[in-house]
């Protein structure tokens, strides 16, 4: 549908269908139109320090964006990552359309590797945030840090009554690295997250709960800890994005270079994952669902470690049954 991106790494929809795309390297954000395919720069956002996995990472639309016009955005400083939001002008000129950044929330830790970076607004209309522990494997069973954990706080950043902890908007905790943040059918959380050397996993995210990084990869049992519902090989997965469509949660895979449909029966999984686009498109890093019961796919072939040809990056639009 869309060719020639540059680090692509978030994907948000406009109220209209149109989406937003954020990249990683460069700091832009782009406008696609979802009939023609037609790319749009709105402008950078300031203050985006790029470098190694860190840089414009998620990108969010609010459900106040109507009244409000407002777009939020993860990335990485010089000093940490952080959220910020910009006003969408819509009626100025392209390249001159974003506002000054607002930041609604700071100090997530920063590193070479493992900044998370997916951020999404729940069915509660509160922001869920997806962060990673730098490479700092302590941090994430360290509850006064916010890296390796799931975040959750209101649209201005603050916490939200009823988080595991007052004033605390850590929601879990335990991951080594959260890259897919996702709501099925009965509001249910999910998150994609990196293993190290054996085990990526999928996780069913529940307040509070200790997901075991690093005394746990995978399917561990171990007590105080929560087991993934599915796992995989890192060399089949390494998964970024996840959405919810059709009765089953789709997973896109950076290593391995396909998209996963994993069938869901409630809180379990109906039969074993299904890999789709093995190879075809190379690195997958983000999966939305356009709300018609088909995908929006993003390719990361450009993002330092594939093998980029002359159309990508690029964003497919899939029909899934």
Same mark, same amino acid.
């Given at each position: 549908?869309?060719?020639?991106? #540059? ?10 269908? %149109? ?28 203050? /985006?320090?790029? +470098? ?5 990472? &998620?990108?969010? /639309? ?6 409000? @016009? ?9 000093? %940490? ?7 969408? $002008? ?60 799931? *975040? ?9 009554? &009823? ?36 085990? #990526?996993?999928? $996780? ?5 709960? $200790? ?42 895979? *950076?290593? &391995?270079?396909? *998209? ?18 093995? &190879? %075809?498109? +190379? ?32 964003? *497919? @639009?899939?029909?899934?049954?």
């Amino acid at each position: 549908m869309t060719e020639g991106l #540059d680090s692509p790494w978030g994907l948000a929809a406009l109220p209209d269908g %149109d989406l937003l795309v954020s990249s990683r390297d460069s700091g832009k954000i782009f406008r696609v139109s979802a009939e023609s395919g037609k790319k749009t720069e709105l402008g950078s956002v300031p203050g /985006v320090s790029a +470098g190694g996995e860190g840089g414009l990472l &998620g990108i969010a /639309v609010p459900p106040s964006y109507g009244v409000d @016009h407002m777009i939020y955005a993860y990335f990485t400083t010089e000093s %940490d990552n952080r959220i910020a939001r910009l006003v969408y $002008n819509e009626d100025k000129p392209a390249g001159g359309q974003l506002g000054a950044p607002d930041t609604v929330f700071r100090g997530i830790p920063k590193g070479v590797t493992h900044n998370g970076g997916r951020i999404a607004f729940g069915p509660d209309k509160m922001l869920y945030v997806g962060t990673g522990e730098s490479g700092e494997r302590g941090l994430a069973q360290d509850k006064e840090s916010l890296g390796g954990k799931i *975040l959750r706080m209101t649209p201005d950043g603050e916490p939200v009554h &009823g988080n595991p902890e007052a004033d605390s908007v850590v929601y879990s905790y335990g991951h080594r690295n959260v890259q897919g943040l996702a709501w099925d059918a009965e509001k249910r959380l999910w998150a994609s997250e990196f293993g190290q050397d054996t085990w #990526d996993e999928l $996780n069913l995210i529940r307040p509070g709960r $200790n997901y075991g990084w690093p005394e746990a990869e995978g399917k561990s049992k171990q007590s105080g800890t929560t087991d993934p519902v599915a796992q995989w090989k890192t060399s089949e997965a390494s998964p970024s994005g996840i959405a919810f469509a059709k009765g089953s949660i789709w997973m896109a895979s *950076l290593r &391995g270079e396909r *998209l996963w449909r994993i069938p869901m029966d409630g809180t379990r999984p109906l039969a074993e994952p299904q890999a789709f686009l093995t &190879g %075809d498109y +190379g690195r997958l890093r983000t999966v939305l669902a356009d709300g018609s019961g088909g995908l929006w796919l993003v390719t990361s072939e450009t993002d330092g470690r594939g093998s980029p040809g002359k159309k990508d990056d690029r964003i *497919l @639009h899939l029909k899934v049954s």
